[in-house]
């Protein structure tokens, strides 16, 4: 029996990088899940490749094509997936939008947006179903943030905002919800190879793409697999890659010092031409 066997795991986000990766994973553990996700066909494509993986029988998967950010809608659409499928053993916030640009580049509108998804989104997805999940006896939250939402990184001031929101709310959900039998975690990792990084990479300045090589790019396999182990230790923030722990204790150990470098390799790239 795999400590994820017979669990109901909901995952927003759940059609790609690091949401499918943790599904993948948990399909030969014999979890159930429930995926959401905006794209109903990018959804019908996990659907039909999480069901020819499957390890366990009466495995159940089931898809939810829904918006995070639409807030007039998804507490409802929340409550009908809990009826319909089962009320969450875990969560996994895993619905993100991504956005590289410097401060004064970036406009509220693109703010507002990456804000709506990786904040708001997070929130009333997880304020429909704690009721439940209390109901049901407690479970497990985990809330993706980033690298970037522990350390203050060039041409992230939208994206990196919204992640240091996360964080915040991550701490206040953790210390709330404990009494109720509800563990809330962080998933923080570094720069992913997923569909979101790849179209960042089209606009991403010389200085962003030195600055992001420093703590590492890891595979989403990887960083689910870390997630995973990381739900079963009870781990508050879980951090994927050894580079990337390093620059996160750099940065929390040694603040001046890790500003000072990040200031030089910015100063190194300024005016190179962009990488194809």
């Given at each position: ?5 017979g669990?109901?795991?909901y ?9 499918l990766a ?28 999480l ?8 495995q159940?998967?089931?898809?939810v094509s829904?918006?995070?950010a639409?807030t007039?809608?998804?507490a ?14 875990i ?10 640009g ?12 990456i ?11 997880s304020?429909?179903l704690i ?5 049901k ?7 993706v943030?980033?690298l970037a ?14 992640k ?29 190879d997923t ?12 200085e ?7 703590a ?16 079963r ?18 940065s929390?150990?040694?603040p001046r ?9 910015v100063?190194?790239?300024r ?5 194809a």
């Open positions: 029996m795999d400590y994820f066997t669990k109901t795991v995952i927003t986000g759940g059609s790609s990088g690091i949401g943790t599904a993948r994973e948990l399909s030969g553990r014999g979890a159930h899940m429930v995926l959401i996700a905006r794209d109903a066909a990018k959804l019908d494509m996990a659907l039909r490749e069901k020819a993986r499957t390890g366990s029988p009466g159940k998967i089931a898809t829904a918006d995070v639409d007039a809608r998804i409802e659409i929340m409550e009908k997936a809990a009826r319909d499928h089962g009320i969450p053993d969560l996994i916030n895993g619905a993100g939008a991504g956005h590289f410097t401060f004064e580049e970036t406009d509220p509108a693109t703010v507002r947006r804000f709506d998804v990786n904040v708001i989104g997070l929130q009333c997805v304020r429909a009721p439940l999940m209390k109901k006896g407690g479970g497990i939250i985990v809330n943030s980033s939402g522990l350390i203050g990184m060039y041409g992230y001031s939208a994206y990196g905002g919204s240091y929101a996360v964080v915040g709310m991550s701490e206040a959900m953790r210390a709330e919800l404990r009494e109720s039998n509800i563990r809330v975690q962080l998933l923080c990792p570094p720069e992913i569909p979101m990084v790849r179209e960042e990479r089209k606009s991403i300045t010389p962003g793409l030195a600055l992001k090589k420093m590492g790019q890891l595979t989403a396999d990887v960083a689910a697999r870390a997630l995973l182990r990381g739900i230790r009870g781990s508050f923030i879980i951090i994927p890659g050894f580079m990337a722990r390093t620059t996160y204790r750099l929390r150990h040694f010092f890790s500003r000072m470098v990040s200031d030089l390799v100063k190194m790239n005016g190179k031409t962009k990488a």
